[in-house]
Antibody
Framework: EVQLVESGGGLVQPGGSLRLSCAAS????????MNWVRQAPGKGLEWVSY????????YYADSVKGRFTISRDNAKNSLYLQMNSLRAEDTAVYYC??????????????WGQGTLVTVSS | SYVLTQPPSVSVAPGKTARITCGGN??????VHWYQQKPGQAPVLVIY???DRPSGIPERFSGSNSGNTATLTISRVEAGDEADYYC???????????FGTGTKVTVL
């Protein structure tokens, strides 16, 4: 059974940093591209970042480019999101989401349950 | 950036058909994917590549895509279909994944 479990969310002050993790199990993690998707309270879904299966290809949404860094450790079956210079508008539930494989990456077939990040003073 | 527009809400009686539209410039040239999200839960993929259904998704869910509009159709609507629905595409010009604005489906 595919499982994605996010952790690392919490309350952080504006300008602060936070590192999210996503632990994957039930599939060959190193064969799948991964993404982070977020959802502000009461709002819609927003794609944040993509990383290919090897980690060699990375993309970011314009809203986080230069502040967030996606990475992965295939030996640890883990995905990460380093978030710096956080703003109030980054407050959201952050989901890790798996791509369909083969680095096609154009949809998300499995999602974690999400971790809440709150940016507030 | 590429924009996907959905109606904020759709209401439908049980047993009837719900149609949720997703509008975008020449969206028919892209592959459209659909997600269902119930309150407090993570999204679930219900349609990919315009009209394919993942295993476990009822045949009542179907999709189409042409011109400037993609459509998710839910036939014989049940109370359990009440949820938010989002369309999504991959914008190849930017390599960004884009979500629609979302549609809340209410079963009367």
């Amino acid at each position: 059974e595919v499982q994605l479990v996010e952790s690392g969310g919490g309350l952080v002050q504006p300008g602060g940093s936070l590192r999210l993790s996503c632990a994957a199990s039930g599939f060959t993690f190193s064969s799948y591209e991964m993404n982070w998707v977020r959802q502000a309270p009461g709002k819609g879904l927003e794609w944040v970042s993509y990383i290919s299966s090897s980690g060699s290809t990375i993309y970011y949404a314009d809203s986080v480019k230069g502040r967030f860094t996606i990475s992965r450790d295939n030996a640890k079956n883990s995905l990460y999101l380093q978030m710096n210079s956080l703003r109030a508008e980054d407050t959201a539930v952050y989901y890790c989401a798996r791509g369909p494989g083969r680095d096609i990456g154009d949809y998300f077939d499995y999602w974690g349950q999400g971790t809440l990040v709150t940016v507030s003073s | 950036s590429y924009v996907l527009t959905q109606p904020p809400s759709v209401s439908v009686a049980p047993g009837k058909t719900a149609r949720i539209t997703c509008g975008g410039n020449n969206i028919g040239s892209k592959s459209v994917h659909w997600y269902q999200q119930k309150p407090g839960q993570a999204p679930v993929l219900v349609i990919y590549y315009d009209s394919d259904r993942p295993s476990g998704i009822p045949e009542r869910f179907s999709g189409s895509n042409s011109g400037n509009t993609a459509t998710l159709t839910i036939s014989r609507v049940e109370a359990g279909d009440e949820a938010d629905y989002y369309c999504q595409v991959w914008d190849s010009s930017s390599d960004h994944r884009v979500f629609g604005t979302g549609t809340k489906v209410t079963v009367l």
